[in-house]
């Protein structure tokens, strides 16, 4: 068993919550302003952090804790609500701050420049200047009845979002309940 070494965590975690916070506050909420995903990535950032710094002080790291750590957070994924690519990506960055500045092994200045180009790669990639924000919006629909005409079935949806639709994906079909379950694009 390793001994903790406090001013190297406590000089890590500083790395680790400057990055999330700028991440998180100053990219993420100021473009997005979901608060809801705000305090999940900082959560999940320290979280994984103090997981990552607390696993490289009791037990000699390997492949197998490395798979055993992802498999836990796919199953908080799992329990999670359907997030969107964007915040998917958000999510991964945040995992991947708080996992590399919590274990040893790195170099502060190492830590430091990988930590400035996740943030800086959210940054411009997420940039509305740079990829125009959507213009559209992506909807689940579920209808008691099954519509086959696509003419039909767009009047339909059109008439109860009050919006154009621009795309009708059928993705379920229940002929014993008579339902149809859709993913909509469209202007609302």
Same mark, same amino acid.
């Given at each position: 068993?390793?001994?903790?070494?406090?001013?190297?965590?406590?000089?890590?975690?500083?790395? #680790?919550?400057?990055?999330?916070?700028? =991440?998180?506050?100053?990219?993420?909420?100021? @473009?997005? $302003?979901?608060?809801? +995903? *705000?305090?999940?990535?900082?959560?999940?950032?320290?979280?994984?952090?103090?997981?990552?710094?607390?696993?490289?002080?009791?037990?000699?790291? #390997?492949?197998?804790?490395?798979?055993? =750590?992802?498999?836990?957070?796919?199953?908080? @994924?799992? $329990?999670?609500?359907? +997030? *969107?690519?964007?915040?998917?990506?958000?999510?991964?960055?945040?995992?991947?701050?708080?996992?590399?500045?919590?274990?040893?092994?790195?170099?502060?200045?190492?830590?430091?420049?990988?930590?400035?180009?996740?943030?800086?790669?959210?940054?411009?990639?997420?940039h509305p200047s740079l990829?125009?924000?959507?213009?559209?919006?992506?909807?689940?629909?579920?209808?008691?009845?099954?519509?086959?005409?696509?003419?039909?079935?767009s009047a339909f949806i059109?008439?109860?979002?009050?919006?154009?639709?621009?795309?009708?994906?059928?993705?379920?079909?229940?002929?014993?309940?008579?339902?149809?379950?859709?993913?909509?694009?469209?202007?609302?």
């Amino acid at each position: 068993m390793n001994e903790l070494d406090l001013p190297r965590i406590l000089q890590d975690f500083s790395i #680790n919550i400057v990055a999330i916070v700028i =991440l998180a506050f100053f990219v993420y909420y100021r @473009r997005h $302003r979901r608060r809801d +995903a *705000t305090v999940g990535y900082i959560a999940t950032n320290v979280s994984l952090f103090v997981v990552a710094a607390a696993l490289s002080s009791s037990t000699t790291l #390997n492949v197998g804790v490395g798979f055993g =750590l992802f498999a836990v957070l796919s199953i908080v @994924r799992l $329990r999670s609500d359907e +997030a *969107t690519q964007s915040e998917i990506g958000y999510t991964m960055v945040s995992l991947v701050i708080g996992l590399m500045t919590g274990l040893p092994g790195l170099d502060i200045d190492i830590k430091i420049t990988f930590s400035v180009l996740l943030v800086m790669t959210m940054f411009i990639i997420d940039h509305p200047s740079l990829i125009k924000p959507q213009r559209y919006q992506r909807l689940r629909v579920e209808l008691d009845r099954i519509i086959t005409d696509d003419k039909e079935l767009s009047a339909f949806i059109e008439e109860r979002i009050t919006g154009k639709v621009k795309r009708i994906t059928v993705t379920e079909i229940n002929f014993v309940n008579e339902t149809m379950r859709l993913d909509v694009r469209a202007d609302t």
